[in-house]
């Protein structure tokens, strides 16, 4: 049992002001790992006026200064490359081999990535008498879900130290241990003083009171629309810059060129990743309507090589949902999907065979899915892919971008001309064709109700700046 019970502020742990606490459960066995503070308003106040304080000096450190305090702080987490595995795979239930192939990953790129963008990035610009200055944005802070606890708090950190703004972490309560281990290689990397603060605890209480802090200047929030819309009144009452990442419906439209059993592997593979628990899941996936039975087929083929199982068995590929709510939620998805008409082509409700212990899912696919119906229109966030047909490709633009969404699209073709329009004509933040990898450089974020603000590479900095005027500057 690990006890947790400090918050990181001004550069030392220290007590909660209070004496609650919230339990941390390992999703695989359903067991109490340990517990952390569930913080109160006077410890938020505290982080806020260390990270005031620290803001001056941060702020005017130079490119340089800051280019190698992000290579130092990879540097150290690299260091602490086995605790995170071990710690992602214990809160969040995902593989060890993901844990460190994506989660671990993630997070080191977003250091790099962002000490690499510092090189070339111009924080002013001359436009004659007029000299346009980029200025780090003041105090931020940052909200954060569960579903991948380096990847989601390293983009905003090393975004926000890139800047020159210094900040208050609220990790999710369900996994806060990550978010632990980089305070510790924030403190190992000589970070200074009041720079990062973490502040555990409820979004009621904790991620409330950065929405209407008036000494934030800016929030950034990656979750749920519900609580995106929370954050966005509450900031709006002082008048606080927002950027929400929310959730998504992605679709995936496989052209008529490409094979069948490639597309099927791809798409499966989409889905079941990080157990669907992926805002950019691709959760529709649209086939020409005359190749949907050799799809289903390749599907049903395909999935006995992406076995759910326990994230400690090496040929498991997705593992528990992270907690009991998840587990239920997802399955009243599955039945609303069979009382709607769908066809259950796999899967379906209950636990997998031998996994009764633990939030594990079945990997679920349905057939002759409308979108008109809930799931395809409800985010699901778990193993659940919904298989839609089209007639041609106007048809299959169409339904893609009906959706309330607009986080991700994928397209999977040989055609450039015809992989271009799809790619074009979806209404997302981010395309990916034909499964290419992530890239850390490129901006990540939503249309439409998915959020907006852009998050990675040289936009991630962006988001922790203002634009400043001098006119009449003389030469
Ligand atoms: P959530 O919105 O419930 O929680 C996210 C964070 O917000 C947590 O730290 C939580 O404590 C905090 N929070 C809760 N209530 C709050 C409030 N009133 N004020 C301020 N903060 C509050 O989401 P979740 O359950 O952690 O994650 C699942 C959802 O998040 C999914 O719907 C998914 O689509 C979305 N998500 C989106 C992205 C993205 O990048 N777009 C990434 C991950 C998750």
Redesign the pocket.
């Known amino acids: 049992m690990r006890s947790h019970l400090k918050h990181f502020i001004n550069g030392e742990w220290v007590a909660s002001t209070g004496s609650e606490t919230i339990n941390v459960i390992n999703p695989a066995t359903e067991e109490v790992i340990g517990q952390i503070s569930n913080g109160t308003e006077e410890d938020l106040d505290k982080a806020v006026a260390a990270a005031r304080a620290a803001f001056p000096s941060f702020s005017q450190t130079s490119k340089q200064e800051r280019i190698d305090l992000l290579n130092r702080i990879a540097d150290e987490y690299e260091k602490r490359k086995d605790d995170i595995v071990e710690m992602i795979t214990q809160e969040l239930g995902a593989p060890l081999k993901m844990s460190y192939k994506m989660h671990y990953n993630m997070g080191l790129s977003h250091f790099r990535q962002a000490a690499k963008e510092l090189e070339t990035f111009e924080f002013s610009e001359r436009r004659g008498s007029t000299l346009i200055r980029k200025e780090a944005i003041g105090v931020s802070g940052l909200?954060?879900?569960?579903?991948?606890p380096t990847n989601?708090t390293s983009t905003k950190l090393a975004s926000a130290f890139a800047a020159g703004s210094t900040v208050i972490l609220?990790?999710?309560?369900?996994t806060p241990y990550a978010a632990i281990i980089l305070a510790e290689v924030f403190e190992a990397a000589g970070l200074p003083k009041g720079v990062f603060n973490l502040v555990n605890g409820?979004?009621?209480i904790?991620?409330?009171g950065?929405?209407s802090h008036p000494d934030i200047d800016f929030v950034s929030?990656?979750?749920?629309?519900?609580?995106?819309q929370?954050?966005s009144e509450?900031a709006a009452k002082t008048v606080k810059r927002v950027a929400l990442?929310?959730?998504?419906k992605s679709p995936l439209i496989v052209l008529d060129d490409y094979d069948v059993k490639k597309a099927a592997k791809m798409a499966v593979a989409n889905v079941l990743t990080n157990s669907g628990?992926?805002?950019?899941a691709a959760t529709r996936t649209l086939i020409p309507k005359s190749k949907k039975d050799e799809f289903v087929k390749a599907v049903k083929e395909v999935l006995p090589q992406f076995p759910v199982g326990d994230p400690r068995d090496e040929k498991t590929y997705y593992g528990p949902l992270v907690s009991e709510k998840?587990y239920d939620r997802v399955q009243e998805y599955i039945k609303k999907g069979q009382s709607e008409g769908a066809t259950l082509v796999a899967g379906g409700t209950g636990k997998p065979e031998g996994l009764e212990k633990g939030y594990y899912v079945k990997p679920t696919v349905f057939a002759d899915v409308k979108n008109d119906m809930i799931i395809a229109q409800e985010?699901i966030?778990g193993p659940v892919m919904s298989i839609l047909t089209y007639e041609n490709l106007d048809e299959a633009i169409e339904i893609a971008n009906d959706t309330i969404y607009g986080?991700a699209g994928y397209v999977i073709g040989e055609d450039e001309v015809t992989v271009d329009r799809v790619a074009s004509s979806i209404r997302a933040g981010r395309i990916t064709v034909n499964q290419a990898p992530a890239d850390f450089s490129a901006p990540?974020g939503?249309y439409k109700q998915?959020?907006f603000g852009r998050e990675w590479g040289d936009y991630g900095i962006e988001e922790y700046l203002e634009i400043k005027a001098v006119v009449g500057m003389p030469s």
Not at 143 to 148: E, G, L, Q, V, Y
Not at 277 to 280: A, E, G, I, L
Request: with cysteine.
């Open positions: 909200i954060t879900p569960w579903n991948f989601q609220k990790p999710s309560e369900l409820s979004g009621e904790v991620g409330n950065i929405s929030f990656t979750g749920s629309g519900a609580v995106g929370k954050i509450n990442e929310l959730g998504g628990q992926v805002c950019t998840q985010e966030f986080l990540f939503g998915s959020g």
